[in-house]
């Protein structure tokens, strides 16, 4: 047990050194959070007066226990977001706008350290080529995040009976809770490329929190470092109804570096129906050690109609496994895209037959 709170410790210090914003593994089920630039822009079926929303939730570390709390303190992570588009209007041509909204929500250890945040977001969507769906994007947001730790639940070596922690004996220090608020700002560039047939392409590089807000307990702290994301994901067609989905993420935070590698391999059913597999690999780095093996993960997506769902599981192979077994993360991403514009059918309409026009002097069809 003392290897495991060790273990537990070291990762909790080691926090702000690897990183200080949420966690995915399924990046591709939160587009708006890894570049503002996504916002609004789907694939060419759901491409224009459409709207989508997703729920995500992910849990790590439940294996990891602590002599000072009552059983496991897992850290959760999750989000809401919704955004859509709209085209059409006398200035924009071929042009699409999308705005979006999304709430996040973080709780890590048994002081309850927790994030939340709410963020606006707004994409212009040049198009280059509207018959192969090509466009180039800037997107932007604009949010309000807290912290909060609840420092009642902190344990002190003072309060050591000789045999074991005890919660009764007083621990004399200052237990009040800590807030923070601040404001946050990020923006991004995507092109965007989707021809009727051949490879589709999405790649993009965001900076997130560029006006480097302050998240310290101090009263003096340092400011958030500008959290830099590349991505690059790809379908390509394989033959039949197989599609290969080859894709990579870069994250670089101060001298923190991530670098997610996956491949999915796609089975198309009919047009929204699909069964999907992947297999990702994650690897950590900073300023002591460039590269951490850190977890390897497997993924599945349904795909029915306008709903789909991912489930993703990681199995940690870091210098944490002793602590968690291998134990790493479950995740769960539901995406729902619709088009609330569209009229619905009328069963009961009979389109009316149109008869030609007849020329007045020669009694002939028009043309």
């Known amino acids: 047990m003392k290897k495991k709170l060790l273990y537990y410790l070291l990762f909790i210090i080691s926090i702000p050194g690897f990183?200080?914003?949420?966690?995915?593994?399924?990046y591709q089920a939160t587009p708006l959070y890894i570049n503002p630039a996504n916002t609004g822009l789907f694939d060419s079926e759901h491409l224009r007066k459409t709207i989508r929303a997703t729920v995500n939730w992910r849990q790590q570390w439940r294996s990891i226990r602590s002599d000072y709390a009552a059983g496991a303190t897992p850290f959760s992570t999750y989000s809401f977001a919704?955004?859509?588009?709209?085209?059409?209007?006398?200035?924009m041509g071929d042009d699409v706008i999308g705005l979006g909204i999304a709430v996040y929500k973080d709780e890590a250890g048994d002081l309850n350290l927790s994030t939340n945040q709410?963020?606006?977001?707004?994409?212009?969507?040049k198009s280059i080529q509207q018959r192969e769906d090509r466009f180039i994007s800037l997107g932007m947001n604009y949010g309000y995040a807290n912290k909060f730790i609840d420092f009642s639940k902190a344990?002190?070596?003072?309060?050591?009976?000789?045999?074991?922690?005890?919660?009764?004996?007083?621990?004399?220090?200052?237990?009040?809770?800590?807030?923070?608020?601040?404001?946050?700002?990020?923006?991004?560039?995507?092109?965007?490329?989707?021809?009727?047939?051949?490879?589709?392409?999405?790649?993009?590089?965001?900076?997130?929190?560029?006006?480097?807000?302050?998240?310290?307990?101090?009263?003096?702290?340092?400011?958030?470092?500008?959290?830099?994301?590349?991505?690059?994901?790809?379908?390509?067609?394989?033959?039949?109804?197989?599609?290969?989905?080859?894709?990579?993420?870069?994250?670089?935070?101060?001298p923190a570096t991530e670098v997610v590698l996956f491949t999915g391999f796609r089975l198309d059913f009919t047009k929204n129906d699909y069964h999907q597999f992947g297999i990702g690999y994650r690897?950590?780095?900073?300023h002591k050690t460039p590269v951490n093996h850190d977890a390897f993960y497997l993924a599945y997506k349904l795909g029915v109609n306008k709903w789909s769902i991912g489930l993703s599981y990681d199995m940690n192979v870091s210098t944490l496994h002793d602590a968690t077994?291998?134990?790493?993360?479950?995740?769960?991403?539901?995406?729902?895209?619709?088009?609330?514009?569209?009229?619905?059918?009328?069963?009961h309409h009979r389109p009316k037959n149109k008869c030609p026009d007849v020329h007045p002097v020669k009694g002939k069809i028009s043309r």
């Open 283 to 286: 690897l950590l780095g900073n």
């Open 325 to 347: 077994s291998t134990v790493g993360a479950f995740e769960i991403a539901l995406i729902y895209h619709d088009n609330p514009f569209k009229k619905p059918k009328n069963k």
């Open 82 to 91: 919704l955004d859509g588009n709209f085209s059409k209007l006398p200035f």
């Open 155 to 254: 344990a002190y070596d003072n309060q050591w009976d000789g045999k074991s922690y005890n919660s009764a004996i007083q621990s004399g220090e200052n237990s009040n809770n800590f807030s923070k608020g601040y404001t946050d700002f990020s923006t991004g560039l995507s092109f965007y490329n989707a021809p009727q047939y051949g490879t589709k392409m999405r790649s993009g590089i965001a900076a997130l929190h560029l006006n480097r807000p302050s998240q310290s307990i101090n009263a003096v702290g340092t400011p958030m470092y500008i959290h830099w994301i590349i991505n690059h994901d790809m379908v390509i067609p394989a033959g039949g109804k197989w599609d290969i989905l080859p894709s990579i993420l870069l994250m670089k935070q101060g």
């Open 19 to 26: 990183g200080q914003d949420f966690h995915w593994s399924q």
């Open 118 to 125: 709410m963020n606006l977001y707004f994409a212009y969507h």
